[in-house]
């Protein structure tokens, strides 16, 4: 945690314990066999209400579980994805937004059409309809604070539609946007793409100072 950035972002979650627990070992225990130490402490906390937290810093990911009420860190766990990471380039990404008939990719691909095709994305893996719930909340609450979201509706609908499917997310920080796109399994074909800018609300929306 010492080593991530001000800006890296932290992901967060309200479960069951025991909801927690069967979401990772049916979905995400088999190909990450280090998020057995992140359930242990929480077998037989049955319906107590926890807080999944992750944040990722370059390949480093730290994710934690807290205690909703008492904010006590009840598991954490730690892995550095560098050696085992999939990446794509930002040249292919362009190109795949070039193919896509999505609405929001031909805005996406104008942002990113000056940056080098040579800048590498990391690939993250994730459930489709589970990546969709996060960023239709995450977005929804960044709109009413004057942020502008081009492609949500149309992304987290054919997302949530995808069920349980396995994506790859992929995003480009640009100066004041960010790109983000999901990939087919394969990373041969875009199945959702984002456009997000004015992360900061016009100088003309805030209130004056009292």
Not at 63 to 72: I, R, T
Request: hydrophobic share 45%.
């Amino acid at each position: 945690m010492a080593r991530a950035q001000k800006d890296d972002e932290v992901f967060a979650d309200r479960f069951s314990a025991a909801e927690f627990v069967a979401m990772v070992r049916s979905k995400y225990l088999a190909r990450e066999p280090n998020l057995q130490e992140l359930i242990e402490p929480l077998v037989g906390l049955g319906s107590t209400p926890v807080i999944f937290c992750q944040v990722e810093s370059a390949e480093e990911v730290v994710s934690f579980v807290l205690g909703e009420h008492e904010n006590e860190v009840l598991a954490a766990t730690y892995l550095d994805r560098s050696r085992t990471a999939r990446t794509t380039s930002l040249g292919d990404l362009r190109g795949l937004l070039r193919a896509s008939p999505l609405p929001a990719a031909g805005r996406a691909l104008s942002a990113i059409e000056a940056l080098p095709d040579d800048r590498v994305l990391r690939l993250g893996e994730t459930e489709a309809s589970s990546i969709a719930r996060t960023l239709w909340t995450k977005y929804n609450l960044a709109r009413e604070k004057g942020v502008t979201v081009v492609g949500l509706e149309q992304f987290t609908k054919d997302l949530s539609d995808a069920g349980p499917t396995g994506v790859l997310l992929c995003s480009a920080w640009l100066q004041d946007s960010l790109v983000t796109a999901a990939l087919d399994p394969t990373a041969r074909r875009i199945v959702g793409v984002l456009f997000i800018t004015d992360f900061l609300p016009p100088a003309r929306c805030k209130n004056p100072a009292r």
